[in-house]
């Protein structure tokens, strides 16, 4: 009976441990299961945290934004794109802009077209474009921090109408006076400082096929462009023609062809593409033109030809121009747009802007500035050489620049094919010059 009590106390005290040692198994269990289903709780708060930074970073990931550019036919347009898709992750859709996009453009915007958002202009498009309301300010984009880091001069003269800012500048381009190494070095010809050493120098280089000096003359633009140079570097006023320095700039470009017989008259017809592919070819020793002709020639620059400083005939002064990026007023995607300009006016865009655009150039300082850069793209060295020569005019502008352009173009064309006299030429010039500008 002891025996039968005794196990019983211990089968009783064992049932009790067990059940003791269970419970604290399941009491210990639950702390990790909790901790288990915290954790994954975490992951899911950061995951959704990551998403809605993405969001904030990205307010318009997926989004297309067109753009029209001359840059879009480049080589590498495409590495472009991607960068501001991975910044922003909007798609850009670009189109290539011709050399001539005056009056295709003019047309578009006067019709209130949305099919481009973000265009790709001179200042002298963008003078004529702001005035008549095609453009949408862009303010929040060219903030006081971001407009700092570009010339005062181009954000208060070009870019800013009416106290509002409606362009990024993309570039600063002077026109730059390209000779070839090897016609000059065979001579035995120093490159010309004075108007004596170019005239010279054209001179003799003018034989087996080679022009001493070749040009772009075709209306377009390209002839209105040289003459305001010509008469920049005779201490002329394209728009005062009365002024000596005006006439004698005229007068020069028609003895270049007929007197000096420097330069083809091909070059009345003549556009940048055909002057580039005549210099390059060998048919031209010298020739003034945009900085983008040192990407065209590629490996060739440096090697076979190469930019001098501009020689002083009556003054040392060439013109520059500036490209700029502008927002369709029409456009139904200008939020998504202003994002693109955004990463555009940016140090990193502007230095993607030198890298991948024929140009190589941009307006941005902390990219001019950088001494890395111009390591990378000599082209640069140029721009500041002309800079600090006090070379650099900017063309004139006006909120009519374009029908300007059309009108001198056409006159001063007839004056250099001898349909009227240079006496002719500056009358008629002068007259329609007055009646455009409101004197």
């Not at 399941?26 to 702390?31: I, V, Y």
């Not at 802007?353 to 850069?373: G, I, R, T, W």
């Not at 800079?387 to 300007?404: C, D, W, Y």
């Not at 056409?410 to 500008?437: A, H, P």
Request: charged share 25%; proline share 5%.
């Amino acid at each position: 009976m002891k025996k039968s009590l005794l196990w019983i106390v211990v089968l009783l005290l064992s049932i009790s441990m067990v059940a003791a040692f269970s419970f604290a198994g399941c009491k210990a269990a639950a702390p990790a299961e909790e901790e288990v289903v915290a954790e994954e709780e975490v992951v899911a708060e950061e995951e959704v945290a990551a998403e809605e930074e993405v969001a904030v970073e990205k307010p318009y990931a997926g989004k297309t934004v067109t753009v029209y550019s001359r840059y879009v036919s480049g080589p590498d347009w495409n590495k472009f794109v991607k960068a501001v898709e991975d910044k922003t992750g909007i798609i850009v859709e670009g189109t290539p802009a011709p050399e001539d996009i005056t009056a295709k453009l003019t047309a578009l915007l006067a019709a209130g077209d949305s099919t481009f958002d973000i265009i790709h202009i001179d200042e002298l498009l963008t003078a004529g474009f702001t005035r008549a309301g095609y453009l949408e300010p862009i303010d929040d984009v060219m903030t006081p921090e971001v407009a700092k880091l570009y010339p005062s001069g181009i954000i208060e003269n070009i870019s800013t109408f009416d106290g509002k800012i409606y362009t990024v500048p993309t570039d600063l381009s002077p026109m730059f006076l390209f000779v070839n190494i090897k016609a000059f070095a065979d001579a035995g010809i120093e490159y010309p400082k004075t108007e004596d050493e170019f005239m010279a120098a054209a001179k003799a280089l003018t034989k087996n096929g080679m022009y001493g000096y070749g040009a772009s003359w075709a209306k377009g633009g390209f002839l209105y462009n040289d003459a305001i140079r010509w008469m920049n570097s005779y201490d002329g006023d394209f728009y005062d023609w009365t002024k000596p320095g005006s006439k004698e700039a005229l007068e020069k470009m028609y003895d270049f062809i007929y007197t000096d017989k420097i330069t083809p008259q091909a070059v009345l017809g003549d556009s940048y593409d055909i002057m580039n592919q005549k210099i390059i070819s060998g048919q031209y020793a010298m020739v003034w033109q945009w900085p983008y002709l040192a990407g065209v020639m590629a490996d060739k620059f440096e090697k076979d030809f190469t930019i001098i400083p501009q020689p002083t005939f009556k003054t040392n002064k060439t013109i520059v121009a500036g490209w700029h990026l502008v927002l369709n007023k029409a456009s139904n995607n200008k939020d998504a747009a202003k994002e693109v300009l955004k990463f555009w006016a940016s140090d990193e865009g502007q230095l993607l802007n030198v890298k991948y655009f024929e140009d190589k150039s941009c307006a941005n300082a902390n990219v001019l500035n950088n001494p890395d850069v111009i390591k990378e793209f000599p082209i640069l060295q140029y721009l500041g050489q002309y800079s600090e020569a006090g070379a650099l005019v900017p063309r004139p502008i006006s909120a009519k620049a374009t029908q300007i352009m059309d009108s001198t173009e056409s006159i001063i064309s007839k004056y250099l094919t001898k349909q009227i006299t240079i006496d002719q030429c500056i009358e008629e010039g002068q007259k329609e010059l007055n009646t455009l500008l409101g004197k």
